[in-house]
């Protein structure tokens, strides 16, 4: 057998050129990683069977090991770094090599008068580094490839405006204004490449295996009424314009009432609305809807979606996920959308303080309705939080949430406390509270008065900025490699708007609960919905709900409700008086999710080619001015510069 081997192999190198040979290396490449089916790129797993096939390579920059030496290899990158005309730092999007030059070298000259970044194609021999001279921290770092020949396939001008390495250091807006060279980045590569590994997974789980179908759907359309903010893009007839769609709501909808009863996309979404950290005007949504089905056979779906498409490398996802309803959420972390890795929970101190001739409390309790008096325990926040943070915690009371002042307890090592409470309180009381509050040395507690729905959206917020404040301190308020879902239900259907009357809590086509339906008719603003939201270490992931199907009840919702020009939603009304089947779905926000598993810290780290924060393209410069011309033929007047 290892006969035959020698025997064909010298065989093979007696018929194939050097170019002969590394097809055949390709080829055997090729089979090799098939037979492991996945490698692992920047620490991401990737199911693939061969990434140099169709191409020049021979092998990845980031492939090669000791197992490879004495091959001869064909490697294309960039030139991350190069030495003396005798070392090259070779990048792609896999990993680097090393390259050696050998001296005389026709290729040592080349490199002389390159710049940093120009790509290359370089044919060579794997040969192992002497041992004192192996790079444990680089995962080729065992072997060097020695220089046959180099091609330049691609200059690059010098002093590019970042050096890619430390692309840590570099501002932003610069990355984003080069983001082609960005992309270039460990970092970009790593999330990029796992972004795509997720989706993969996503769509061979829905559509593979639970008979989904993919369907792309317009994104230029009308206006959606009672939902968020959409962009307007002008036409050529005057006074005429699409709007992009901010989801496929209403084509999921319609696709049901078209039998198409299991359909999924990865949806592209726009909403002008302002930009914030986790948000962009466009975002990708994965898009689910399904027929004869029920909220918590979508919950159960989605369960099952994510725990299939996690990566291998973050720890397990536990199922079912927990469920809080929204009235519950509301109460314990002052949020819809609570971050449960860490405990800090809101109590309620009302009737502890009752009656207990402290002015400060008795005054918000006898003048405001609906008030009470509520309090976080922030363990060893004493320690760390300090005074000027207090004085922000209470501009953050006083402007958002119109609350005056906010009182504090540090509790010392000996349980006694330093707070202007101390003056008025009785020694029975602070017992009462020590045992009720469970306190600790070194804690603080802040405690808040006013109306409730204020003092728990105060209280919340508190929470989640000192958790993160001591977390940054280096203490363990949550473990980083934590990832915890829950599902938050029973929203209402309706919230009061700044008109004055009901507008809806998510959008106009989300199903009342049963048992709320009549409800509808006579008390609206006490429906509870079909709404879920699913909830990941304290953002909101994805939203959905059972659907409104029967036009009777939809029509009587958008006009005698919402106060919406049914006109408008004609199409739909008519669909779902064509035989519509029962109905629902879901939208996960892809771009968060992303964020999240990949501890980017911006969901821009995770797009290829976003969006500054205040929602432009920082490489095109778009949005951008056009021509009068194009402005006459969309019918377009620029209001006069002052
Ligand atoms: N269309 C909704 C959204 O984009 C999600 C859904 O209800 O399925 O938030």
């Known amino acids: 057998m290892m006969a035959a081997f020698i025997f064909s192999w010298v065989y093979l190198r007696r ?5 002969n040979i590394s097809t055949c290396m390709r080829f055997y490449s090729g089979n090799l990683i098939s037979s492991r089916n996945q490698i692992k790129i920047f620490g991401v797993r990737k199911y693939v069977s061969d990434v140099n096939s169709f191409t020049w390579r021979t092998h990845t920059c980031g492939e090669l090991r000791s197992e490879h030496v004495g091959q001869q290899v064909t490697l294309c990158g960039w030139v991350q770094f190069h030495r003396m005309g005798k070392f090259i730092t070779l990048r792609d999007g896999y990993g680097v090599t090393q390259l050696i030059i050998p001296e005389k ?21 794997v040969v192992q580094r002497p041992l ?19 091609d330049v396939l691609g200059k690059s001008k010098p002093n590019l405006p970042f050096n890619i390495r430390d692309f840590q250091k570099v501002k932003e807006s610069l990355r984003l204004m080069y983001r082609y060279l960005d992309l270039r980045t460990s970092n970009l590569q790593k999330n990029l490449r796992l972004r795509s590994n997720v989706t993969m997974k996503m769509r061979e789980f829905l559509c593979k295996h639970h008979g989904f179908v993919d369907i792309e759907t317009p994104t230029l359309f009308r206006r959606t009424p009672g939902g968020a903010q959409e962009f307007v893009v002008p036409t050529h ?4 314009f699409y709007s992009l769609t901010q989801s496929p ?47 918590d056979r979508i919950k159960s779906l989605v369960e099952g979606l994510l725990q299939y498409s996690w990566p291998k490398e973050a720890s397990n996802l536990s199922t079912p996920f927990p469920k809080l309803t929204y009235k519950e959420a509301m109460e314990m972390y002052g949020t819809d959308k609570p971050d449960t890795r860490f405990d800090m929970k809101i109590i309620d101190v009302t009737d502890i303080f009752k009656n207990q001739n402290i002015e400060i409390f008795d005054k918000v309790l006898m003048n405001k309705e609906n008030s009470s008096i509520k309090a976080i325990v922030i363990p060893k926040g004493a320690l760390h939080i300090n005074k000027s943070l207090l004085e922000k915690f209470e501009e953050i009371g006083k402007c958002l949430y119109s609350l005056e002042g906010l009182v504090n307890i540090f509790v010392k090592e000996d349980l006694n406390w330093k707070s202007i409470l101390c003056k008025h309180v009785s020694l029975e009381l602070q017992q009462k509270l020590k045992k009720n509050l469970e306190l600790q040395p070194h804690t603080l507690v802040l405690i808040s008065a006013g109306e409730t729905r204020n003092v728990l959206q105060l209280l919340g917020k508190l929470r989640v900025e000192c ?17 915890n879902f829950l599902w938050v239900v029973d929203f209402p259907l309706f919230l009061p708007s700044d008109e004055g009357g009901l507008e809806p809590a998510h959008h106009p086509f989300t199903a009342p609960q049963e048992q709320d339906t009549h409800l509808v008719y006579s008390n609206p603003a006490a429906v509870r919905s079909q709404h879920y939201d699913l909830v990941l270490n304290g953002q909101e992931i994805a939203g959905g709900s059972i659907r409104i199907h029967s036009s009777e009840l939809q029509k009587y919702v958008l006009t ?53 924060l205040d929602g432009k393209d920082l490489m095109s410069g778009a949005p951008a001015k056009i021509s009068d011309e194009l402005k006459k033929f969309y019918f377009i007047q620029t209001p006069p510069s002052n």
């Open 15 to 19: 018929v194939l050129s050097f170019r």
């Open 105 to 125: 070298s026709p290729v040592g000259y080349l490199m002389k008068n390159l710049s940093l970044e120009s790509v290359l194609k370089v044919e060579g021999t």
């Open 132 to 150: 004192e001279e192996q790079n444990k921290k680089m995962a080729t770092g065992e072997i060097e490839v020695e220089v046959v020949t180099a």
């Open 237 to 240: 007839s005057p006074g005429k």
């Open 249 to 295: 709501q209403q084509f999921k909808q319609l696709l049901m009432v078209g039998a198409l009863d299991r359909y999924f996309q990865i949806a592209h979404c726009y909403r002008d609305e302002g930009a914030k950290a986790d948000r962009q005007p466009e975002f990708t949504q994965v898009d689910i809807e399904m027929s004869f089905t029920s909220a």
């Open 467 to 483: 958790a993160a404040y001591l977390q940054s301190k280096g203490l363990n308020i949550w473990n980083p490699k934590d990832f």
């Open 560 to 612: 005698d409700i919402l106060k919406e020009d049914l006109t408008e939603l004609q199409h739909l009304i008519e669909a779902l008086e064509s035989g519509c089947p029962p109905h629902g779905g879901i939208a996960i926000g892809l771009d968060r999710l992303m964020c999240i598993l990949s501890g980017a810290s911006s969901i821009r780290d995770v797009i290829a080619f976003p969006k500054s």
